[in-house]
């Protein structure tokens, strides 16, 4: 039904035409699409399986003139500006299926875009961005990885998901006839949170020698999110017994060699992901120290004189996009024969060696010291924070 609009004076609109101005036609769009002149006040409806953009052109509308925009096709559809124009959003511009906004017109080249649903995700910059911007579930997502303490200066308040690794413990020291046990791998949380200002990023360090790791955590001026570091790994001057965080999600050291009665891993408190414990050393002198625990695992026992391995880490690549790659792995008991680390980024323990160093940026457990001599545990890893948002 055609409808005189705008309107003039001394026009008649018949029932039918009054009757349209609400009942807007469903018109889909099955392809990407630069808007014209005619769909403002109507909407526009994209239905593919694909992703598509809705290009808004330069001097086609005038100010005050409304577009709705809707998506129901499986593909997200990116409202983008044409040459020359700015559109401007306290949201995303990217649709998923069923998300949908308004588009107003401030002036031939200038337009807000309103989405439907609440608060939209924000904008910031700060670490290093991951590039390409990957694709997950069919949703853009600008990923910011931060290996060092920094700030997220956000230039759009909004949401964020942010992914916070805190730092590895120590593995323990190894004596004449005690292993140590491996270090605690660093908590790992995951949580969408809103930000308004710039927010700063710390990063937890891994812990030295019988030492537990330190924490991550974003902090701005109303909200904050910290992560507990790993639980270092037993040895014979830490009494025989691994210490642990008793906060979000850290993870607990393993057992030193004649440890029969370790203590276990902190609790794992939502949001966080996993903090698991660590496992038992041998029950006799000269045995191998027990794995520490990893974010998704507890670690495994020591076998005689075999150290144990570390707990499993946490894939995060469902967080960041691309290959598989594991963080947080528990720190592997020492003995004469060290245990392995978990998900090869915690430290193998010592082989009648000093234990192994996690890697940086792993949020990994170091290894335990195999006895037979003084030796230190390997060192853990410092920890990693990832942000993201969509674009």
Do not use: H, W
Not at 187 to 203: E, F, M, P, R
């Amino acid at each position: 039904m055609t409808v005189p609009y705008p309107f003039v004076a001394g026009a008649v609109l018949t029932a039918a035409q009054m009757n349209s101005l609400t009942e807007l036609t469903i018109n889909d769009k099955t392809d990407s699409y630069t808007l014209v002149a005619g769909d403002a006040g109507e909407r526009v409806i994209m239905n593919k399986a694909t992703a598509t953009t809705v290009t808004v052109p330069n001097s086609v509308f005038t100010a005050s003139q409304v577009v709705q925009i809707l998506n129901k096709g499986a593909g997200t559809c990116t409202v983008t500006a044409g040459a020359g124009t700015t559109v401007s959003t306290s949201g995303s511009l990217a649709l998923a299926q069923y998300g949908g906004g308004t588009l107003l017109c401030l002036s031939a080249s200038t337009f807000i875009f309103f989405p439907y649903g609440g608060v939209g995700y924000g904008v910031a910059t700060g670490g290093t961005a991951i590039s390409p911007d990957p694709v997950i579930s069919g949703q853009t997502y600008r990923v910011l990885q931060f290996t060092a303490t920094g700030v997220l200066s956000v230039s759009t308040a909004g949401l964020f998901d942010v992914l916070v690794c805190s730092g590895g413990a120590g593995g323990g020291r190894g004596i004449s006839n005690v292993s140590g046990g491996g270090g605690g791998a660093g908590g790992i949380a995951q949580a969408t949170v809103y930000l308004d200002a710039n927010t700063t990023i710390q990063i937890g360090g891994g812990g030295a020698n019988s030492t537990s790791g330190s924490s991550s955590a974003i902090n701005s001026t109303a909200r904050s999110l910290s992560v507990a570091g790993g639980g270092n790994g037993g040895g014979r001057d830490d009494v025989q017994f691994e210490s642990f965080p008793s906060s979000l999600g850290g993870s607990g050291g393993g057992g030193a060699g004649t440890d029969g009665n370790r203590n276990a891993g902190s609790a794992a408190m939502a949001p966080s992901i996993s903090g698991s414990a660590g496992a038992d050393g041998g029950s006799s002198l000269s045995t191998g120290g027990g794995g520490g625990g990893g974010a998704a695992a507890v670690g495994s026992a020591a076998v005689t004189t075999t150290g144990g391995a570390g707990g499993a880490g946490f894939d995060v690549s469902a967080f960041i996009g691309g290959a598989s790659l594991f963080k947080c792995g528990g720190g592997g008991g020492g003995g004469t024969t060290g245990g392995a680390g978990g998900s090869s980024v915690g430290a193998a323990g010592g082989s009648n060696a000093a234990g192994n160093a996690a890697a940086a940026n792993t949020g990994s457990g170091g290894g335990g010291a195999g006895f037979g001599a003084t030796r230190n545990g390997g060192a853990g890893g410092s920890g990693i924070v990832f942000v993201r948002f969509k674009v």
